[in-house]
Nanobody, 122 residues
């Protein structure tokens, strides 16, 4: 069982930055992929990006590529989502999720955190 806890959400102006954290309850990164998703009211869940240490793989959605960076600290079992040049359309509830194996945007991630709200004002 993997437990994930997100933190770092909040209110920011357009053009600003935020860093979200996803802390895992156990050593997750060596065999698991950790991904970030977001969901805005009335919209479907969107894959933002993910990382897997094994293979040193990161993957990003086109909508955030070049603005968001996913990284992590293995010693802390924590994955970060650095969000730069934020836009009002980035407003959503963000949550991290984990699955065994590769980072795949459309896959099922059985473990997920409770989410953290990000609001970008114009």
């Amino acid at each position: 069982q993997v437990q994930l806890v997100e933190s770092g959400g909040g209110l920011v102006q357009a053009g600003g930055s935020l860093r979200l954290s996803c802390a895992a309850s156990r050593d997750t990164f060596t065999s698991y992929a950790v991904a970030w998703f977001r969901q805005a009211p009335g919209k479907e869940r969107e894959f933002v990006g993910g990382i897997r240490w094994s293979g040193n793989t990161t993957l990003y959605a086109d909508s955030v590529k070049g603005r968001f960076i996913i990284s992590g600290d293995i010693a802390k079992n924590t994955v970060y989502l650095q969000m730069n040049s934020l836009k009002p359309e980035d407003t959503a509830a963000y949550y991290c999720a984990a699955k065994f194996g590769a980072v795949l945007g459309g896959a099922f991630y059985p473990y997920r955190g409770q989410g953290t709200q990000v609001t970008v004002s114009s």
